[in-house]
């Protein structure tokens, strides 16, 4: 069974209010921007994901954020996990990402967690991704029980929850 209803479209194109920026699909062709706005960050970013994930690491290269995207990309079609871009309009940046996943602890279903570049943090643009999630999330995705990681449940709580199975 999957995670989604079978005839669930995600958005593709999504505004971001008060800003020139929106969200989309990351794909494995924005490797060139997506690699500096994460090793741009890469020391919070770490702070942040790398006790969950493991991410990113320190040594990451650009292949390896190539075939990180192309592994997203994938996801994304086959709709196991969502990783969704912030751009400028004319996409000649990445400011951040948001993050749709399957439950992987008990008590949700769907965990979602997003990050703006070192630059954003406290920002007008922090604060407007910040209000647009969850209301997005709740207007546009089917889920009853959604997890903000970081945001309504600590990563360290997070982490302390049994696996879902």
Excluded at 62 to 91: G, M, P, T
Excluded at 150 to 163: E, K, M, N, S
Aim: proline share 8%; net charge negative; charged share 25%.
């Amino acid at each position: 069974m999957s995670w989604l209803p079978e005839d669930f479209v995600h958005p593709v194109y999504v505004p971001v209010p008060n800003t020139a920026l929106h969200l989309r699909p990351i794909r494995e062709a924005d490797t060139a921007i997506d690699y500096p706005a994460v090793m741009g960050s890469r020391e919070r970013l770490w702070e942040v994901f790398g006790p969950a994930w493991g991410w990113p690491l320190e040594t990451m290269t650009y292949e390896e954020d190539r075939i990180d995207l192309l592994r997203h990309e994938k996801e994304i079609a086959a709709h196991q996990s969502f990783n969704y871009a912030l751009l400028d309009e004319e996409e000649t940046a990445i400011f951040g990402c948001v993050y749709i996943d399957p439950p992987e602890r008990t008590g949700s279903d769907g965990e979602i967690s997003w990050w703006v570049v070192d630059d954003l943090v406290g920002g007008e643009v922090e604060r407007a991704l910040d209000a647009l999630v969850p209301q997005w999330i709740a207007a546009d995705w089917p889920f009853q029980q959604p997890r903000y990681l970081g945001r309504d449940i600590t990563w360290q709580d997070w982490l302390a929850l049994p696996r879902a199975s």
